[in-house]
C-alpha cells in the first residue's frame, strides 16, 4: 500500500499565528476530510507529520496535544478516512532536534515502522519545510496554498525545493494524486475537473 504523509495545521485544520492549543480552537479546512476519504478509498494510508512546539514552548500539555490527534482520527474515521498513524515534534526550533520539520526524523521513523518505501510515497504540506522534509527521503511532494502556503511561493528558497505540483488545497492536491497514480476503479471515476486552481511548477 502506498503512503500519503501529511501536515496538519494549514493543511487538514487552520493553521493559528498562536498554534492551535486545544481542541476548541481546531477547525478543519472544507474538503480536507473528503480528500482524506479519497485517499483512504484509493487505498492509500494516511500519516500525519507535525511541528508542534507549541508544547516545548509551555503553551500546550502533551496530554492535550494527544487528545486533538485522538479527536481528530476519531472524526476523520466517522466520515471514512483513515489515519494510520500521528507523528508530531514537540521541539523548540532552537533544540535542533532531528525530528522538526526540515528534519526528515518523522518520516524516517514512520518508514521504517510501517514499511513504506518513501519513494512510492507524497508528502503534502503548506510549508517549504514540508517540501524539504519529503525531499530528503524520496517523496513526491505537492505544496498547498492554505496556511502559509501562498507565502511560501513568494520565497527564494523555492527554487531548491520546489514542489512537483502547487494545489490549492488539500482537496486539489489528492485530486492531482488520484489523476496521476494508478488507484482502483472506484476511485478512478471520481470527478478530476472543476474549480479547482491548479497549476504545475515543473
Known amino acids: 500500500m502506498r503512503a500519503v504523509f501529511l501536515d496538519r495545521d494549514g493543511v487538514i485544520n487552520r493553521n493559528r499565528p498562536d498554534h492551535v492549543k486545544d481542541w476548541a ?10 480528500a482524506m476519504q479519497w485517499l483512504t478509498g484509493a487505498g492509500f494510508r ?7 512546539a507549541a508544547v516545548g514552548r509551555g503553551l500546550m500539555t502533551l ?6 490527534h485522538k479527536r481528530l482520527r476519531a472524526i476523520a474515521k466517522h466520515h471514512g478516512a483513515h489515519i494510520d498513524d500521528i507523528r508530531y515534534c514537540p521541539h523548540r526550533p532552537e ?4 525530528c522538526r520539520k526540515p528534519q526528515p526524523g518523522m518520516l524516517e521513523d514512520l518508514a521504517a515502522q510501517h514499511q513504506i518505501d518513501c519513494h512510492e510515497a507524497y508528502m503534502i504540506g503548506d510549508s517549504l519545510t514540508d517540501i524539504a522534509a519529503g ?28 514542489p512537483d505540483f ?5 482537496l486539489g492536491a489528492v485530486r492531482w ?13 471520481l470527478p478530476l475537473t472543476g474549480a479547482f486552481a491548479l497549476s504545475h511548477v515543473r
Open 63 to 68: 496530554e492535550t496535544l494527544e487528545l486533538i
Open 46 to 52: 494516511i500519516f500525519i507529520v507535525t511541528n508542534q
Open 25 to 34: 480552537e481546531f477547525e478543519f479546512l472544507p474538503g480536507a476530510l473528503t
Open 166 to 170: 502547487i494545489a490549492t488545497d488539500l
Open 135 to 162: 525531499q530528503r527521503v524520496g517523496c513526491q511532494t505537492i505544496l498547498v496554498q492554505t496556511g502559509r502556503g501562498a507565502q511560501e511561493l513568494q520565497k527564494p528558497e523555492l527554487r531548491r525545493y520546489q
Open 95 to 98: 533544540e535542533q532536534c532531528r
Open 177 to 189: 494524486l488520484l489523476a496521476n497514480t494508478v488507484v482502483t476503479p472506484a476511485v478512478a471515476t
